[in-house]
């Protein structure tokens, strides 16, 4: 594995769940599978909602994590925005 696969780094991202995936614990996945820190910066779906729902992420993890937490999400099929470059942390 190289030095920069190590490197801890941050990736915001913008996600969204359609309906079929309401139940579906995909952002857990991303904890549990891959690894993550993962901060709920904004949210917007209802409980009982019928439509999307939309999420702004902050991943945090390493580089080589962040890339399998996002191969991740397009094999499920969803749409997500990066809103920024991954960074290297100082931590």
């Known amino acids: 594995m190289s ?8 990736a915001n991202i913008t996600l969204r769940i359609p309906k079929d995936y309401h ?18 910066g904004a949210a917007m779906m209802g409980e009982d909602s019928q439509e999307e729902g939309w999420f702004k992420l ?3 993890g390493k580089q080589s994590q962040i890339e399998s937490a996002l191969v991740f999400l397009e094999e499920l099929d969803l749409e997500f925005w990066s809103n920024d470059r991954p960074t290297d942390e100082m931590w």
């Open 23 to 40: 139940d579906e614990p995909v952002i857990s996945r991303l904890v549990s599978e891959h690894g993550l820190v993962v901060n709920i």
């Open 58 to 60: 902050e991943l945090r």
């Open 3 to 10: 030095v920069q696969a190590d490197r801890l780094t941050t």
